[in-house]
């Protein structure tokens, strides 16, 4: 088998999965661990897969982005401590943007069940979490699901999000750079978090340790634009301090 082939299968198998190992695929393709090493170098080279210990995982793109459950299968435990101490920075905000992804549903399963929160939303399982889990007043924005993230998307949803001043709004991204920003696949997805930051007066965002340094397609924020950036400790502290001289705090978890 060519090497090009290899590296094809190497990347489905990735975004399949939502992880790679080396030694597994040397395995799977009878080929000696060193030759798989360069596959995914190669395909690291491309911005298509990027390096951990012992193999690689699938980076968002423009044709690529991860399903909800894979997201609930990948640092679960990270994500909850990560919905924790965002629970924690809620302060004296009455209303809440919640953005769509795993981690912010969690966020949705925390709220205190005792207070009197409006929380908005785009996110179809993060609106019936709120619904279940707490006593807010949850409005779900209109306009057309993305069957990928079960969110809503498009020029009602921005528009309804317009009209809104939002106290604290909750954000994640596909990718998180000091150089590029904040950055997603989809440029409808990207619009209506670029309104959520227009409408809020404070905003944190999310994001888990492999978040940072990728780079998606559409950037809609700048580092600088959030008071807190929380995370977990798969971030180096020297790295956590680079992203915190652009302004915001960063938390690791």
Known sequence: MKAEERQHRI???ARLSGRVEVSSLAA???????????DLNDLARGGLVRRNHGGAYPVESAGFETSLAQRETHHVEAK?????????LLGEAETVFIDEGYTHRLIAEMLPADRNLTVVTASLPTAAAVAEASRATVLLLGGKVRGRTLATVGSWTSQMLSSFVIDLAILGA???SREAGLTTPDPVVADVKAQAIRSSHRRVLLGI???FGAQS???FAKIGDFETIITDTGLSAAEAHRYSLHGPDVIRV
């Open 28 to 38: 799977d393709f009878r080929v000696a661990p060193e030759t798989i090493r360069r």
């Open 174 to 176: 596909n990718g998180i």
């Open 11 to 13: 990347l489905a198998l």
């Open 209 to 211: 340790h492999t978040k």
């Open 80 to 88: 909850r401590r990560i919905a924790a101490a965002t629970v924690r």
């Open 217 to 219: 397609f559409c950037r």
